[in-house]
Structure formats: C-alpha cells, structure tokens
C-alpha cells in the first residue's frame, strides 16, 4: 500500500516597499519572525519593486507602502491586477476606498503593532491555503465552469435592454419603477420592475443596498461617510436597516 505524500507546510514569498527606510525595517523584521512569511525582497521605491517583480515571478504577496514619490504604492497596485497579491501599509486612511478597488487583501495603518500586521498575514495565509486547496483539487470534467455575470436583462418600455453590470453606477427605487443610472448614459433607464428585483438579479459581491431606495455598484462609490455614500457627484443616505451590513463590509478599510 502506497503511503500519501506529505503536503510541504505553506510559506509565502514576501516582498516589503517603503520609502521610509525605518518603516521598511519594521515590515521586514515583522516578516521575518513570522514562520510562514519568507522575505524575498525589499525595496525603498515602488520602481525599483516593479522592476525586482519581473526578476522574481515567486514573489506572492506586497506589502507595500501608498504614498511613495515617482509611483505610488497603487499606481503599482494597478499595474499589478494578476500579480502578487497587496496588503497597505500607510499612515494616511484617505486612501482605503482606493485600496478595495484594487482588492487589496487588507489595509495596515501606520503606526501598527505586530499583532495588527499577524492578523493581516493571517488573511494572506487563509487566501493562499484555499487557493493551494483549488490547485490540488482534481478536475471536474463532467462540469463546466459557468461564466462569470457580466450583464442582465432590463424590461424597457417594450423591449427588454441588455445591460453591463459594470456600467450601473447606482439604482433608484420608485414605487413599481426602479431607475438605473448608467456610467455611459445622461438620462437613467427607467424599468417597470421592484427595487427587490433588481437585488436579486445584481451580484452581491458587486452591488449592495444600502437604503429602502437605492442599491449602488460598490465599484464606483467615491467615497463613504458617515451616513453617506458619494457616488456619480450625488450623495445618498444609508439607512438605518442597511448601515450594520454597509459599516461590516468597510470596516477592514477603516
């Protein structure tokens, strides 16, 4: 009987960039005596990571600093879609809406303590343990995958509209009609439809209600408030009845 090899213990390749050379040190060290962290490159720019990055294609997660000179730590970010995974390490929380929109896997906010940096690396393991466990996995072949949501079906008038999900920036209820506002269009698409329809046809990961009368695409929130969402110029209330789900879904971000 044939004994099962043993599954290697996870240990993710690491790289730190900051422009302050303390800082960096702190990271690094932090890194070090982690035991499934392994530091594989650190860096004082941005630049320099980037052009490190091609040289190392190992490297799996950043922790990387925002506001460096030259390019920013989310300038590098975007660059960055399908590479590593980015944990923030800044002193400035404006920038923590920016850092969901770049999926970042957590948002450290200088000073922080090594407890605070152990809970992010935690996230960055649980990410890479299940996408170890998705690798290893066999095959499917009786099923195939179903492709992602990228649009639904709008009754307009007489007509039923195909609609990207990526172009509806926010969605307002009116008794038996909802309008949706569109990224591309002047003027809302008005449809004889009910606000609770629209929410189930919209992907939660992509859209969130957060008031009796509006749902807005979380991809073009501008910013967030107390209360408030800013999103397409407008500002709308988030209500009582939502704000507990909207406050959970930011908190990291905070």
Sequence with gaps: MSVPESV????INCMAVDDEPLALGLVCAFI?????LRLAGRHESAVAALRALHE???????????KMPDL??????????KGPRVIFTTAFNQYALEGFRVDALDYLLKPFNYEEFLRAALKAKAYF????????????AALAPEPEQDHIYLKVEYQLVRVALAD???VEGLKDYVKV???????PLLSLTSLRSMEEKLPAGKFMRIHRSYIVGLGHIQAVGRGTVQIAGE????????????????SRWK
């Design 8 to 11: 290697a213990p996870l240990v």
């Design 32 to 36: 070090e005596q982690t035991p499934f």
């Design 56 to 66: 190392q294609p190992e490297i799996q997660l950043l922790f990387l600093d925002i």
């Design 72 to 81: 920013s730590g989310l300038e590098l970010a975007r660059v960055l879609q």
């Design 129 to 140: 343990e299940l996408k170890q466990a998705h690798a290893a996995a066999p095959p499917v």
């Design 168 to 170: 509806i920036v926010y």
């Design 181 to 187: 506002h569109l990224a591309s269009a002047t003027r």
């Design 235 to 250: 500002t709308l209330p988030v209500s009582d009845g939502y704000r507990e789900a909207f406050d959970q879904f930011f």
